[in-house]
């Protein structure tokens, strides 16, 4: 018998930033990898500020940043896990950078990547978000994008 080399690993990344959206999305990709046996990789990107005081930069603490990244990420994914009888292998991913790049680079080797339809600069009104455009775009794996409506 032949096998064949699986070019993915069984993990489902997905694009978290906390906005009513993203956690539908993560809710789709925890119900996504209890069908399917994968392990859910919840991804938040964030970026230094710059904070102008008069004319001059500000320094910004980016571990305090980050810290407070990976609580609220740890956070969501608390709230957002309904299902504690088929448990859902669920790793987090805190990541500096813009979140296009980030989910990108996060998404190589994936079996999906998750997306919500609108984030948290999206404009009112618009089908897609700026990120889940590019993603569906660029992406190196399948994409879902998941539009934001409250489960039944």
């Known amino acids: 018998m032949i096998e064949h080399a699986n070019h993915h690993d069984r993990r489902i990344v997905v694009g978290v930033d906390s ?25 938040t990107a964030w970026q230094d500020p710059t ?18 990244a990976e609580s609220a990420l740890a956070n969501t ?3 957002v896990r309904e299902n504690r009888d088929q448990p859902v292998d669920v790793r987090i991913t805190v990541v500096e950078g813009p979140a296009v790049q980030v989910l990108l680079a ?9 997306v919500g339809s609108r984030g ?27 539009p934001d409506i409250e489960p039944a």
């Open 51 to 68: 904070v102008y005081d008069g004319w001059v930069p500000t320094p910004v603490d980016g571990d305090a940043i980050a810290t407070s």
């Open 19 to 43: 906005s009513p959206g993203s956690k539908t999305a993560l809710r789709w990709a925890l119900n996504q990898a209890r069908t399917s046996g994968a392990a859910v990789e919840a991804v």
């Open 120 to 146: 948290r600069g999206a404009f009112t009104g618009m089908v897609l978000g700026s990120v889940s455009q590019h993603c569906v775009q660029h992406s190196p794996c399948a994409v879902a994008v998941i």
């Open 106 to 114: 996060a998404a190589k080797g994936a079996e999906l990547l998750v």
């Open 77 to 79: 994914v608390v709230e």
